[in-house]
């Protein structure tokens, strides 16, 4: 008889979800009647320390909610109150001779009146609501909890089912409301009574739960397989175990990709606080180049997108001294030299031998879990195509001087796309396949190829991908790295390394 791996327990790593502190801190903050800085204190004790730019994240978004919390109790008179415990529907499902029980909730901050005649969830956004669009399903299901949710008793073990109070409360009034934490927006989503919420539930919840119940609806694998707990065993996400080249299962999940690990690398706290998807600061200015760069990948990218598949031509390239794709838009010199390396590209376009029904990847997105590091990997590539029976990804590259330097280094994607090709993520094809970086310079194009069978290759890739993975994967503290960096920095606004920088007038 096999015996069953013990299960290993968890190393401490960062925070992963700042609005389960910032509830923690609002809970903290209204049932012990505490200010927020002493609720963000009893929450540090409790959970241990948090990063220093998440702080000022949850601090900022815990004001922002009670100046809406203030707005609403202005507005309607309600007068509702905190409501502790998580309100849960349950229901039994007959599974062969198994019946196990099946809930129902919805995650967000609960109020309701003295009289338990009304009841509200409060969903919690990190963005701003002001024009934010409505997820009716998702409105549906909470109506749902709210008018047929009983209160949970005690704390329950996360893998049982919640203890529920024998008494069963009618309430006649349910509202749910989401509020922006970045600017204490206030949206009102629905405001109905027991039959109304019953209704909604028919036309836009049941069918998404029904979905999420029977395992079926769209798996769109990417930046949430982090939290989910099926992954291990998730047909939709190939398994590539040891291609971050890090053994240690204990971390808690993390996505992983080569943007990543360059932020990492010019300051581990952007990196975590950009992973948080906190809000950023819009406008992050390009330079000439890089802007010209954008437009050219865009002007091609579109060209591939095309359908039925057509190659790109000289003839279609800009020829005009200003010159837009995309939100790209480009004069004077720039666009004349992004004119030439769309016209250049035409010479080396992949899509020329292809037949107008071949399938083709346009900035395709590959997911692969790494089970040794506990890692989901995640690459966008340029281009997917076929070469007869090979599966060949090509990444493009504008660059204006010479560009020195192995490319496997320079270019970490192809690294990465030669190791995706010898884990076989991409499917059949994938062994004599090959890597191509096509380099539009001033002085015309370059195409290079690397393949998963040459030996030197694939040592340099592994190389490249451990050393810009392996600091990462291994920190506990995403110290920032205050430099010229922070000039272009989206998330600066919660970092208070921010404006400490040591060189300032230097930069
Ligand atoms: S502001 Fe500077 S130190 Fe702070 S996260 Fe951004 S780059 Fe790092
Ligand atoms: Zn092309």
């Not at 979905?211 to 798996?219: A, C, I």
Request: charged content about 25%; hydrophobic content about 35%.
């Amino acid at each position: 008889m096999q015996m069953a791996e013990p299960q290993q327990p968890r190393l401490p790593g960062l925070q992963l979800f700042d609005l389960g502190i910032v509830n923690d801190v609002l809970d903290t903050a209204e049932f012990q009647d505490l200010s927020i800085d002493s609720a963000l204190k009893a929450v540090e004790t409790n959970r241990g320390p948090v990063h220093p730019g998440l702080r000022t994240w949850v601090r900022h978004a815990v004001i922002q909610y009670f100046e809406a919390h203030q707005f609403l109790w202005d507005r309607d008179c309600l007068r509702l109150v905190p409501h502790k415990p998580k309100w849960v529907v349950q229901y039994p499902r007959e599974i062969g001779f198994e019946t196990p029980i099946l809930e129902v909730a919805a995650w967000g901050r609960r109020y309701c009146s003295a009289d338990r005649q009304v009841r509200e969830l409060r969903l919690l956004r990190r963005r701003s609501v002001k024009d934010r669009q409505r997820d009716d399903s998702e409105i549906a299901t909470a109506l749902y909890v709210l008018a047929h949710g009983r209160a949970t008793r005690g704390r329950t073990r996360f893998d049982l089912p919640h203890a529920l109070v024998d008494t069963v409360e009618q309430p006649r009034r349910l509202r749910v409301v989401e509020i922006g934490c970045e600017d204490g927006s206030v949206n009102i989503l629905d405001d109905v009574d027991v039959d109304g919420a019953r209704q909604r539930y028919r036309e836009s919840g049941q069918h998404r739960a029904r979905e999420v119940v029977q395992g079926g609806g769209q798996r769109n694998p990417g930046s949430s397989c982090q939290k989910c707990k099926l992954v291990d065993g998730c047909t939709a996400v190939p398994r590539a175990d040891g291609i971050l080249g890090i053994v240690e299962r204990r971390r808690p999940r993390r996505t992983w990709s080569v943007t990543n690990g360059r932020a990492y690398i010019r300051c581990p706290a952007q990196e975590y606080l950009t992973r948080l998807n906190l809000p950023r600061a819009s406008a992050v200015e390009y330079g000439e180049s890089a802007t010209r760069g954008q437009a050219v990948h865009t002007w091609i990218e579109q060209n591939h997108r095309r359908q039925p598949v057509r190659s790109c031509t000289a003839a279609e390239a800009p020829f005009a001294d200003s010159w837009q794709a995309g939100p790209w838009e480009v004069t004077g010199s720039q666009a004349l030299l992004g004119a030439q390396m769309i016209g250049d590209h035409a010479l080396v376009c992949p899509l020329h031998h292809l037949l107008p029904d071949s399938p083709v990847g346009v900035e395709r997105t590959v997911t692969a879990y790494d089970a040794d590091a506990n890692v989901v990997v995640i690459a966008k590539i340029d281009l997917v195509y076929r070469d007869g029976p090979a599966c060949v990804l090509r990444e493009m590259k504008t660059t204006e001087g010479t560009d020195g330097g192995d490319p496997l280094a320079r270019y970490p994607q192809l690294s990465l796309g030669l190791l995706l090709l010898a884990h076989a993520v991409l499917g059949d094809g994938s062994a004599n396949g090959r890597v191509e970086l096509e380099r539009l310079t001033p002085a015309g194009p370059v195409v290079e190829s690397f393949h998963p069978t040459n030996s030197d290759h694939m040592e340099q890739a592994r190389q490249v991908i451990n050393n810009l993975a392996a600091s990462w994967h291994a920190d506990t503290t995403a110290r920032a790295q205050p430099g010229p960096e922070c000039h272009r920095c989206a998330v600066s606004q919660w970092c208070p390394e921010a404006f400490m920088r040591p060189h300032d007038e230097d930069y």
